[in-house]
């Protein structure tokens, strides 16, 4: 009896580990395609939205495939060319970072920064229109995320992102988004995620913006 069980006990110990090996290595496939898939388009995105939202479903109880499937969407949101689509890529990027933020048991620095690019996707719908809704939604969570966590580089670059793209006469301009953007890249150098699955987005971004910002 004590044999069977112990043999029992080893065949579920092997089962568990085989799935999460299994769900590891998906994860890690897909995140190392995330950085590639910005030089390509808001069409890359949407496959890899799929993949984590599949891997999500399949696993039922990890927030971070959820979190991937929502930055995967948001940041195909913010690169459509089509703004007639946007608002319904946003929504469903905000869908999956509930399901995220449900499974994790609460927000986090992380989801907040996700929260803050969902409300910038529907502001770019129509910017005149649209800022006073959504802009102070996206630096609310920008500020929070920063909160939660100081050593997280993600906000930081964001918010040196807003300013590039802000005019001068509103606190923007290039002067201001440099600073920004060479305090997220000495955040990113020291910044250490909590496993090798967690967020590591942002430093090849940060980069290409403080080049521009020179």
Same mark, same amino acid.
């Given at each position: 009896m004590?044999?069977?069980?112990?043999? /029992?006990?080893?065949? %579920?110990?092997?089962?568990?580990?085989?799935?999460?090996? @299994?769900?590891?290595?998906?994860?890690?496939?897909? %995140?190392?395609k995330?950085?590639?898939?910005?030089?390509?388009?808001?069409?890359?995105?949407?496959?890899?939205?799929?993949?984590?939202?599949?891997?999500?479903?399949a696993?039922?109880?990890?927030?971070?495939?959820?979190?991937?499937a929502?930055?995967?969407?948001?940041?195909?949101?913010l690169?459509?060319?089509?703004?007639? +689509?946007?608002? %319904?890529?946003?929504?469903?990027?905000?869908?999956?970072?509930?399901?995220?933020?449900?499974?994790?048991?609460?927000?986090?620095?992380?989801?907040?920064? %996700? @929260?803050?690019?969902?409300?910038?996707?529907?502001?770019m719908?129509?910017?005149?229109? @649209?800022?006073?809704?959504?802009?102070?939604?996206?630096?609310?969570n920008?500020?929070?995320?920063?909160?939660?966590?100081?050593?997280n580089?993600?906000?930081v670059?964001?918010?040196?992102q807003?300013?590039?793209?802000?005019?001068?006469?509103?606190?923007g301009?290039?002067?201001?988004?440099?600073?920004?953007? +060479?305090k997220?890249l000495?955040?990113?150098? /020291?910044?250490?995620?909590?496993?090798?699955?967690?967020? +590591?987005?942002?430093?090849?971004?940060?980069?290409?913006?403080? /080049?521009?910002?020179?």
């Amino acid at each position: 009896m004590k044999r069977l069980l112990f043999s /029992t006990l080893l065949l %579920i110990t092997a089962s568990a580990y085989a799935q999460s090996e @299994r769900y590891e290595k998906a994860m890690m496939q897909n %995140i190392s395609k995330l950085d590639s898939a910005n030089a390509k388009g808001a069409d890359a995105f949407t496959p890899l939205a799929d993949n984590f939202t599949r891997i999500g479903d399949a696993e039922k109880t990890q927030w971070l495939p959820y979190y991937y499937a929502s930055y995967a969407s948001v940041m195909s949101a913010l690169m459509m060319e089509d703004k007639s +689509k946007v608002d %319904i890529i946003a929504d469903k990027a905000d869908a999956l970072l509930k399901k995220a933020e449900t499974l994790a048991g609460k927000e986090n620095s992380e989801t907040c920064v %996700i @929260r803050s690019m969902i409300a910038s996707a529907h502001m770019m719908v129509d910017p005149q229109s @649209r800022y006073m809704q959504y802009g102070a939604v996206s630096a609310s969570n920008l500020e929070k995320a920063k909160a939660m966590d100081p050593t997280n580089p993600r906000p930081v670059y964001l918010e040196g992102q807003s300013k590039f793209y802000t005019p001068e006469q509103f606190g923007g301009g290039k002067t201001a988004a440099k600073e920004m953007f +060479k305090k997220a890249l000495s955040m990113f150098s /020291t910044f250490k995620p909590a496993t090798n699955l967690s967020p +590591k987005w942002g430093e090849a971004s940060t980069k290409y913006f403080l /080049t521009q910002a020179n």
